[in-house]
């Protein structure tokens, strides 16, 4: 990555500390660093420490350096800006913009993606001030880390912690490189997370592990690549990202009318969605008795249709379709050869294999898969943070989406970025 011009806002918490690992993180991957604490931070780490670290000067007076109007030149020469640790009282702040110091006025006049990684005691992140403010923060894009759960300052633990240093630097690095590719600009790509449930009785649901976050990643990850995103959502246990057009489904066929619709003319289709195979053949209008069988009970349940495979089957013209496969097989050419098989049969463009089980692959923060091509080939190896395998993922479909349109037009250059 080129050296970007990284502003790292620190504000008034005890985790300032540790903002010194995030700033000496990018410092030594030959970012150029300015550090833009706050009046508070400067309580918890001194300047000169902030100024040796990043090797650049350190400003937090608003009226220091009028002539050169710092309060916004900071700001428009940033390409990233981090802020770590966030507290409550600088959400707040950014939320309503607010500019009544040299960090809000930098953020104000920046247009670079902004990454924040809150800090503080748990009641204050659980208060419905502060999640209202993230959401809103959310909503406009900017990037979350955390809170990590954990020893909080004093006795107590839970949610509020700060992030670790390299966490923040590895989120921000990769939003940055996402915000700079805009190699999806102008295409329309629709991502399907989370995992259906199939109600039983007004109660009760058969469903499954899957959380939405690879899929959420994918959205995410192409929104910041510049396409236009819908995400169909289902039962998600994360976030929504920001910027994307979500439409909430819960069922198989909720699902499949959702993305059939979306589907039409998009560039990109991603069935990240666990998909229930089957459904109860009846749902009881009233709460299904524990005397209802005889000491036991059946269920009889039924086909769901394979949405995935009904697109790939059906015409697709010019719609690049991406399938998942979630397998437990442990050999590696086993799985691959499951994927190979699942990706011919439902006719999609390529198929992200993914090995799951009791603890790996659904609601962790990392993923390890593999990426098969039309001609069975392997055309990706992914692992890391869900963020990261969504950039690895897409990666493919960019390179994949540049090799169609030079096909389908062989005299103008397309670059394949
Ligand atoms: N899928 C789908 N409709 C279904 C089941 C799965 O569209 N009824 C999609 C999933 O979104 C995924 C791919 O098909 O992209 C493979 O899902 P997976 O659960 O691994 O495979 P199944 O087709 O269900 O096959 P099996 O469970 O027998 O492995």
């Given at each position: 990555m080129s050296p970007l011009n990284v502003v790292v806002g620190i504000t008034g918490g005890i985790a300032a500390y540790k903002a010194v690992g995030v700033v000496r993180a990018l410092v030594l991957a030959g970012h150029d660093v300015h550090v833009v604490p706050t009046e508070g931070a400067l309580r918890f780490v001194g300047r000169p420490t902030l100024e040796a670290i990043s090797r650049n000067p350190v400003h937090a007076d608003l009226y220091e350096g009028v002539a050169e109007v710092r309060h916004v030149a900071i700001g428009q020469a940033a390409d990233l800006i981090v802020i770590a640790p966030a507290t409550a009282n600088t959400i707040a702040k950014l939320a309503t913009g607010l500019a009544d110091d040299l960090l809000g006025n930098t953020v104000l006049a920046s247009e670079a993606p902004l990454v924040i990684a809150p800090a503080m005691h748990t009641e204050m992140w659980r208060h419905p001030a502060t999640q209202a403010n993230i959401a809103t923060l959310r909503s406009r894009g900017v990037t979350i880390v955390g809170p990590a759960v954990g020893q909080l300052t004093g006795a107590d633990s839970g949610p509020g912690r700060m992030e670790e240093p390299d966490v923040i630097v590895a989120a921000a690095l990769e939003r940055a490189a996402a915000s700079a590719r805009?190699?999806?600009?102008g295409r329309r790509v629709v991502v399907t997370a989370g995992g259906t449930r199939e109600p039983l009785d007004p109660v009760r649901f058969l469903g499954n592990r899957s959380s939405g976050k690879q899929g959420v990643a994918i959205a995410e990850a192409a929104r910041a690549r510049g396409a236009a995103v819908t995400l169909i959502a289902a039962n998600l246990e994360v976030g929504e990202p920001a910027g994307c057009d979500v439409r909430r489904v819960s069922t198989a066929l909720e699902l499949q009318q959702a993305v059939t619709e979306a589907a039409r003319g998009a560039d990109v289709v991603v069935m990240a969605a666990a998909v229930a195979d089957y459904r109860p053949a009846g749902v009881s209008e009233s709460k299904i008795k524990k005397d209802a069988g005889d000491g036991g009970l059946t269920l009889e349940l039924v086909r769901n249709p394979d949405i995935l495979a009904g697109l790939g089957h059906a015409?697709?013209?010019?719609t690049l379709l991406v399938g998942f496969a979630a397998e437990t097989e442990s050999d590696d050419e086993r799985l691959l050869d499951l994927g190979r098989a699942k990706r011919e049969a439902k006719g999609a463009d390529f198929l992200v294999v993914n090995r799951v089980g009791w603890t790996e692959g659904f609601a962790a923060d990392e993923n390890r898969v593999v990426v098969v091509g039309r001609s069975g080939d392997v055309v990706a190896r992914a692992h890391g943070t869900k963020m990261s395998v969504a950039d690895d993922i897409l990666d493919v479909v960019v390179s994949e989406l540049a090799t169609a349109a030079a096909a389908a037009d062989p005299t103008e250059e397309h670059e394949s970025r």
């Amino acid at each position: 990555m080129s050296p970007l011009n990284v502003v790292v806002g620190i504000t008034g918490g005890i985790a300032a500390y540790k903002a010194v690992g995030v700033v000496r993180a990018l410092v030594l991957a030959g970012h150029d660093v300015h550090v833009v604490p706050t009046e508070g931070a400067l309580r918890f780490v001194g300047r000169p420490t902030l100024e040796a670290i990043s090797r650049n000067p350190v400003h937090a007076d608003l009226y220091e350096g009028v002539a050169e109007v710092r309060h916004v030149a900071i700001g428009q020469a940033a390409d990233l800006i981090v802020i770590a640790p966030a507290t409550a009282n600088t959400i707040a702040k950014l939320a309503t913009g607010l500019a009544d110091d040299l960090l809000g006025n930098t953020v104000l006049a920046s247009e670079a993606p902004l990454v924040i990684a809150p800090a503080m005691h748990t009641e204050m992140w659980r208060h419905p001030a502060t999640q209202a403010n993230i959401a809103t923060l959310r909503s406009r894009g900017v990037t979350i880390v955390g809170p990590a759960v954990g020893q909080l300052t004093g006795a107590d633990s839970g949610p509020g912690r700060m992030e670790e240093p390299d966490v923040i630097v590895a989120a921000a690095l990769e939003r940055a490189a996402a915000s700079a590719r805009h190699d999806l600009a102008g295409r329309r790509v629709v991502v399907t997370a989370g995992g259906t449930r199939e109600p039983l009785d007004p109660v009760r649901f058969l469903g499954n592990r899957s959380s939405g976050k690879q899929g959420v990643a994918i959205a995410e990850a192409a929104r910041a690549r510049g396409a236009a995103v819908t995400l169909i959502a289902a039962n998600l246990e994360v976030g929504e990202p920001a910027g994307c057009d979500v439409r909430r489904v819960s069922t198989a066929l909720e699902l499949q009318q959702a993305v059939t619709e979306a589907a039409r003319g998009a560039d990109v289709v991603v069935m990240a969605a666990a998909v229930a195979d089957y459904r109860p053949a009846g749902v009881s209008e009233s709460k299904i008795k524990k005397d209802a069988g005889d000491g036991g009970l059946t269920l009889e349940l039924v086909r769901n249709p394979d949405i995935l495979a009904g697109l790939g089957h059906a015409p697709h013209d010019g719609t690049l379709l991406v399938g998942f496969a979630a397998e437990t097989e442990s050999d590696d050419e086993r799985l691959l050869d499951l994927g190979r098989a699942k990706r011919e049969a439902k006719g999609a463009d390529f198929l992200v294999v993914n090995r799951v089980g009791w603890t790996e692959g659904f609601a962790a923060d990392e993923n390890r898969v593999v990426v098969v091509g039309r001609s069975g080939d392997v055309v990706a190896r992914a692992h890391g943070t869900k963020m990261s395998v969504a950039d690895d993922i897409l990666d493919v479909v960019v390179s994949e989406l540049a090799t169609a349109a030079a096909a389908a037009d062989p005299t103008e250059e397309h670059e394949s970025r």
